[in-house]
């Protein structure tokens, strides 16, 4: 299911949900659970298509390794989506209708004929649009009915996931390349691309100051600086660079809701420790 992946789920999340008013840790309970089972459904899904990129990248060892099987991998994807999309139905319809639109989108995203995932400026967006503006809005409505209000501030979450999203995909150009998947780091190139990330960080900046979204202003100024170096020292330093970003964007949700911290700590230290025993990879 990704814990470390899912950080950057969990927190827009936990924005949008502040961000129209919501307070009570409580009531976030089933739809934590919600989006949680959203992300890892879609995670499995994705690494069930991308298992020569996998190899050839020599990461998410899981699959590749056989460590889970194919049908096990599917039952996981079939029973999260299924929990996903009964608990937004069970919470709202708009939340159902955003759980089943974040779901379809999953699909098309990883799995033929569409498989999005390949087809460069079409992958951009639909990060930006599902990891960013859709994630917000589930958020919203917790307390809140989608509103003109609501779709605005979720603007600059789609430039800020779009260029993160990008910054993910470099470090893993030359796996890519060899299996054909035509990422837009693939298409474009690591410098251009670093450069077309760059620009993606200012217009969050932008979006972020106008909409006053103050926690994608600061994490904007931190991946300008981040970032900036990295089109010319390369893959490690994009590694480096794309974990801190989601740290520091996660520990500005973790200031407003304590509790998160109680489950994305763990998280980390879960998978760290997964990774050097089980899979023997050195987890820094």
């Known amino acids: 299911m990704r814990p470390l992946l899912l950080i950057p789920i969990w927190t827009p999340f936990l924005f949008g949900y502040y961000r129209s008013g919501g307070f009570k840790s409580g009531e976030l309970v089933l739809p934590f659970l919600m989006i949680t089972a959203l992300g890892g459904g879609g995670f499995i899904l994705n690494q069930i298509f991308d298992i020569e990129s996998d190899r050839a990248n020599r990461k998410l060892f899981i699959l590749p390794r056989g460590y889970v099987s194919l ?21 709202s319809w708009e939340m159902g209708l955003l759980t089943t639109i974040a779901v379809i989108m999953g699909i098309i995203y990883s799995a033929p004929p569409l498989a999005l995932k390949n087809r460069g400026i079409l992958a951009l967006l639909e990060n930006g649009l599902g990891h960013g503006c859709i994630i917000f809005l589930m958020g919203w409505v917790v307390t809140s009915d989608l509103s003109y209000t609501s779709l605005i501030l979720s603007i600059p979450y789609f430039f800020a996931y779009s260029a993160v999203y990008l910054a993910t995909t470099i470090p893993d150009l030359k796996g890519d390349h060899q299996s054909h998947k035509r990422t837009l780091a693939v298409l474009l190139g690591s410098k251009i691309s670093g450069i077309l990330i760059i620009l993606l960080v200012l217009m969050a900046f932008v979006s972020g100051y106008i909409a006053w979204e103050i926690e994608i202003v600061f994490t904007a100024i931190l991946a300008f600086i981040l970032y900036l170096p990295a089109i010319f020292l390369g893959r490690k330093w994009y590694l480096l660079a794309n974990k801190t970003v989601v740290l520091f964007f996660m520990a500005f949700a973790a200031y407003l809701f304590n509790f998160y911290f109680i489950i994305a700590i763990p998280a980390i230290i879960f998978t760290l420790l997964y990774n050097k025993f089980r899979l023997g990879l050195n987890p820094f």
Do not use: R, S
């Open 71 to 91: 049908n096990e991998a599917w039952i996981g994807v079939v029973i999260l989506d299924l929990i996903a999309v009964i608990l937004g139905l069970l919470h």
